[in-house]
């Protein structure tokens, strides 16, 4: 049976830096397809920190004007471009937030290329995508939980399993920050390959969560502001292997859990910065690896697909339970930034 196109699309575009009264929806044109594209209906979108700052002007790398926000979407193909080989009418696909980004290092040119900043991104109902910024969704998942895996789940695997010879391993130690998207896939990740796991969180009902996924031992950082040294305690005072980097203004602490050669990944700083930063000599006083990561590869996303189609219960995306329709993104975009969401912010989109 043939897919109807439809003619036009509803979408937010980005129309100022005034964050949310720069968000416009209109509906328009669907956009034409060019040849190594690949038109796809989009079910499903979740929201990011990146997406707050883009339209407050904020974002640290490169934006376009009016731009379609949103990096993270799932969706049915369409139509395809007729130099298109990799996907066919039908099938359902996530996007990649680099789409240049196929494999190994980044480079200048894959930065210049973000979807949802400089390309136009996902909160629209249809889209035209580069087929090489497109990967095939895991069986076993809805739209909106496979929408995750787009930035939050690719960027905690890049994590875990990025660097060569130093991919995290059964019995070992993960440290992570907070019930946001990056950390509940990281401690997903690490119990689904037997690692342990040592989570910080501001409140006994965000412990909750953090205890149905399996975390050995929680901290509540509110009440234990110096809780490196108890996270290093708690591992019989070697340290932890692993730390996920995500609010910015812990980075003392992280520096006083991690073990002599371990890696602290740094991914964000949702929190904002604090005034005794470590510096570069501390990689060297403590022997550690500061390791910056923006997102992940196709191939790393490809590869972590296929752990969660594997494993679709245990691997399964941590959504909030408030998701939103199309037409409320503004809300959505005040819920994440409250900081009240577990798990990934996530848009229905008909």
């Known amino acids: 049976m043939a897919i109807s196109i439809p003619k036009t699309a509803m979408q937010w575009n980005v129309v100022g ?9 209109t509906e328009k044109a669907v956009p034409q397809l060019g040849d190594n594209q690949v038109l796809v209906k989009i079910h499903g979108a979740s929201l990011n920190y990146r997406d707050i700052l883009i339209p407050q002007g904020r974002y640290p790398f490169t934006t376009k004007p009016d731009v ?8 049915v193909v369409l139509a395809v471009g ?3 080989t990799r996907f066919k009418p039908g099938d ?18 894959i930065a210049r290329f973000g979807l949802g900043a400089s390309v136009d991104g996902t909160l629209r109902s249809v889209g035209a995508f580069d087929e090489h910024g497109l990967v095939a969704m895991p069986e076993g998942l809805s739209f909106t939980e496979a929408a995750t895996l787009t930035c939050a789940g690719v960027t905690a695997w890049n994590a875990l399993f990025g660097v060569a010879g130093r991919h995290l391993s059964a019995g070992q130690w993960v440290l992570t920050q907070g019930t946001g998207g990056v950390s509940t896939f990281a401690i997903q990740f690490a119990k689904a390959v037997g690692a342990r796991v040592i989570a910080t969180t501001s409140s006994s009902e ?31 005072g070697v340290g932890v292997n692993y730390v996920i980097e995500v609010s910015g203004i812990s980075m003392k602490q992280s520096v006083d859990s991690v073990k002599l050669d371990g890696i602290i990944t740094v991914i964000g700083s949702v929190g904002g910065q604090a005034k005794d930063m470590p510096g570069l000599l ?11 990561v923006w997102v992940g590869s196709r191939l790393q996303m490809e590869d972590m697909c296929r752990a969660i189609e594997a494993n679709p219960e245990k691997l399964r995306p941590v959504v909030d339970p408030k998701v ?3 037409d409320q993104v503004k809300e959505a975009y005040e819920y994440i ?14």
């Open 82 to 84: 007729k130099h298109v």
């Open 337 to 350: 930034a409250s900081g009240k969401h577990q798990g990934k912010v996530c848009i229905e989109i008909d």
């Open 68 to 75: 379609i926000p949103g990096s993270d979407g799932a969706g």
């Open 324 to 326: 939103f329709t199309l």
């Open 17 to 25: 830096q005034d964050g949310l009264y720069s968000l416009q929806f």
């Open 92 to 109: 359902k696909v996530i996007t990649t937030l680099q789409p240049q980004h196929i494999g190994g290092s980044v480079t200048k040119q």
């Open 282 to 292: 501390d990689c060297w006083t403590n022997l550690f690896t500061a390791r910056g």
């Open 206 to 236: 965000k412990a909750k969560l953090l205890e149905k996924l399996g975390v050995d031992h929680i901290i509540n950082y509110r009440e234990t502001p110096e809780w490196g040294s108890v996270a290093k305690e708690l591992t019989g």
